[in-house]
C-alpha cells in the first residue's frame, strides 16, 4: 500500500510503517494543485491540516482507501463525501488528550492567580499584593462542554482540586467517577468555570454566542482548547469587558488559518474583527497562546503512535 504524508510528523510513523511493509513518500511543500496531479497513485495519506481534503481532492484520489488526520479535529476533511466512497478516516485524539487536559488547568491557574500579570509587575519594579489576591478552585463548580477524549481528560485532572465537574454532551449516558452530565441549562446555571471541548461542525460553529452567554447565570471564568470558531468572538469580548466572564483562557482563536500555523494577516478581517482580536491579545483579563494545547513533546510521539497502531489494525 503506497501512502502520502502530507506533513511532518515523529519520524516512528514512517519507521514502523515502512517495517511492516507500508511504501511512503513525504511531500510537505506542494501546494494543493501540484498535490492533486499525483494522489491518485496512493491509497493512503497521513496529514494533519495543511491541505484541505475537499470533494474536489477526493474525486482525485481515486485509489484511496483511507485519510489518516494526526490530532482530533476531522474540519479540514470532507468526511461525509470519503464515507461515501468507502474511505476510512482516521484520527488520533487519543494522543493528546493529556496534553490538552494539562494546558487547561495550566492556563485556568496562571489565570485565576494572577501570574502572568504579578510576575511581569515585580520584574518591573512594582510589588502589589491586594491587587493581585488569587481566586481558588476548591469548591467550584467546573463545567465542561463536549465529553469525549479531551474533556473527559480535563475531568480527571481535576479530581484532586476540590471541584465539582458536570458536562454537557449530545450523547447520553456519559456520566463516570469524574464528572456528572447534566442538561445545558443546568450546565448555565451551576458553573463557575466553562471549558470547551467540541469538533467544529456547522451544529457548534458560534455556539457559545451572545444569548448562550447571557443564559449563565453566574459571572465566569471561560477556557478554549477546542477551536476559535465554536466561539463567536465579538460576543465573547463584549462578555469580557462587561464582567461577565471573569477571564479567558484562550488556545485558539476564529482568526487563525486553515492550517492553524499562524493568524490570518490577510485584508480579510473587518476593523471590528481588528479591534475585538487587538483587545483579546491584549487584556489583562486574558491568557492567549498559539494552538499548542495539544502539542508536547510526549503527544507528537503518542499522536503518531495512536496513528500507526490504527492503520496497521485496519490494514495489514
Known amino acids: 500500500m503506497k501512502i502520502l504524508q502530507l506533513d511532518k510528523n515523529h519520524p516512528l510513523i514512517v519507521e514502523q510503517l515502512s517495517a511492516k511493509g507500508f511504501e511512503l513518500d513525504e511531500d510537505f511543500q506542494s501546494t494543493y494543485e501540484e498535490i492533486l496531479k499525483k494522489i491518485e497513485k496512493y491509497e493512503g495519506i497521513i496529514l494533519r491540516s495543511r491541505i484541505p481534503i475537499d470533494q474536489n481532492f477526493i474525486e482525485h484520489a481515486t485509489n484511496l482507501k483511507f485519510i489518516a488526520r494526526v490530532g482530533a479535529g476531522m474540519e479540514n476533511i470532507d468526511g461525509a463525501f470519503a464515507t461515501q466512497r468507502g474511505i476510512a478516516l482516521i484520527s488520533s485524539p487519543e494522543g493528546n488528550r493529556d496534553a490538552v487536559a494539562e494546558h487547561v488547568v495550566g492556563m485556568l491557574l496562571i489565570l485565576m492567580n494572577r501570574l502572568f500579570i504579578s510576575t511581569e509587575e515585580v520584574k518591573n519594579g512594582i510589588w502589589k499584593r491586594e491587587e493581585n489576591r488569587g481566586d481558588e478552585l476548591l469548591g467550584k463548580t467546573f463545567g465542561i462542554l463536549g465529553y469525549g477524549n479531551m474533556g473527559k481528560a480535563v475531568a480527571k485532572r481535576l479530581s484532586g482540586f476540590g471541584v465539582r465537574v458536570i458536562f454537557h454532551d449530545v450523547l447520553p449516558g456519559l456520566s463516570d467517577e469524574w464528572g456528572?452530565?447534566?442538561?445545558?441549562?443546568?450546565?448555565?446555571?451551576?458553573?463557575?468555570?466553562?471549558?470547551?471541548?467540541?469538533?467544529?461542525?456547522?451544529?457548534?460553529?458560534?455556539?457559545?454566542?451572545?444569548?448562550?452567554?447571557?443564559?449563565?447565570?453566574?459571572?465566569?471564568?471561560?477556557?478554549?482548547?477546542?477551536?476559535?470558531?465554536?466561539?463567536?468572538?465579538?460576543?465573547?469580548?463584549?462578555?469580557?469587558?462587561?464582567?461577565?466572564?471573569?477571564?479567558?483562557?484562550?488556545?485558539?482563536?476564529?482568526?487563525?488559518?486553515?492550517?492553524?500555523?499562524?493568524?490570518?494577516?490577510?485584508?480579510?478581517?473587518?476593523?471590528?474583527?481588528?479591534?475585538?482580536?487587538?483587545?483579546?491579545?491584549?487584556?489583562?483579563?486574558?491568557?492567549?497562546?498559539?494552538?499548542?494545547?495539544?502539542?508536547?513533546?510526549?503527544?507528537?510521539?503518542?499522536?503518531?503512535?495512536?496513528?500507526?497502531?490504527?492503520?496497521?489494525?485496519?490494514?495489514?
Do not use: C
Open 180 to 316: 456528572t452530565q447534566v442538561s445545558l441549562s443546568e450546565l448555565q446555571k451551576e458553573a463557575d468555570i466553562l471549558s470547551l471541548h467540541l469538533p467544529m461542525t456547522e451544529e457548534t460553529y458560534e455556539l457559545v454566542d451572545g444569548p448562550f452567554l447571557s443564559n449563565m447565570k453566574k459571572d465566569f471564568y471561560f477556557i478554549n482548547t477546542a477551536r476559535g470558531k465554536n466561539v463567536e468572538t465579538k460576543a465573547l469580548v463584549e462578555a469580557i469587558k462587561s464582567g461577565k466572564v471573569k477571564g479567558a483562557a484562550l488556545d485558539v482563536l476564529a482568526y487563525e488559518k486553515p492550517s492553524f500555523e499562524n493568524l490570518d494577516a490577510s485584508n480579510s478581517l473587518t476593523i471590528s474583527e481588528r479591534e475585538d482580536l487587538q483587545f483579546l491579545l491584549h487584556s489583562d483579563k486574558t491568557i492567549v497562546t498559539p494552538h499548542i494545547a495539544g502539542w508536547t513533546v510526549q503527544s507528537k510521539e503518542k499522536l503518531a503512535q495512536v496513528i500507526v497502531d490504527k492503520i496497521v489494525a485496519k490494514f495489514s
